[in-house]
C-alpha cells in the first residue's frame, strides 16, 4: 500500500490561488491513477480531479474545469493541485488517494489509506 501526505492549504481570499502538493511513499506509486478529493463540513467527501498513472490523461468534475490542474511528478513521488480562481464554496479539507480511473472511485483501503487531509478555506 502506499501511504500519501498532503500539503499547501491555507487561507485564501476569493480569485486567489493555492498548490497543493500529495508525496506517496512506496516503490509502486508510480503505476497507481490516482485522484483528489475534497470534503466540505456537513457533506460527503467528493472527488474533484483524477490522472492516470502515465500522466497523460486527466479528469476533472465540472465545478473545477478550467480552474483546477492536476500533474504528477513520479521522480518525486508526489501528485500536485493547481487550483486558481478559488470560491468560497472550494473551502473543504483536500485529500488524495489511489483511484479506479473508470469510476473515479477511491482505492481505499485496498491500495492506500486517506491521509490527514490539508484544509482549504477560501474567504469571499
Known amino acids: 500500500q502506499v501511504q500519501l501526505v498532503e500539503s499547501g492549504g491555507g487561507l485564501v481570499q476569493a480569485g486567489g490561488s493555492l498548490r497543493l502538493s500529495c508525496a506517496a511513499s512506496?516503490?509502486?506509486?508510480?503505476?497507481?491513477?490516482m485522484g483528489w478529493f475534497r470534503q466540505a463540513p456537513g457533506k460527503e467527501r467528493e472527488f474533484v480531479a483524477g490522472?492516470?498513472?502515465?500522466?497523460?490523461?486527466?479528469y476533472y468534475v465540472d465545478s473545477v474545469k478550467g480552474r483546477f490542474t492536476i500533474s504528477r511528478d513520479k521522480s518525486k513521488k508526489t501528485v500536485y493541485l493547481q487550483m486558481n480562481s478559488l470560491k468560497p464554496e472550494d473551502t473543504a479539507v483536500y485529500y488524495c488517494?489511489?483511484?479506479?480511473?473508470?469510476?473515479?472511485?477511491?482505492?481505499?483501503?485496498?491500495?492506500?489509506?486517506w491521509g490527514q487531509g490539508t484544509q482549504v478555506t477560501v474567504s469571499s
Open positions: 490522472i492516470r498513472w502515465s500522466g497523460s490523461t486527466t
Open positions: 488517494a489511489p483511484i479506479d480511473f473508470a469510476t473515479m472511485t477511491p482505492e481505499v483501503p485496498s491500495l492506500g489509506s
Open positions: 512506496g516503490r509502486i506509486f508510480s503505476i497507481y491513477d
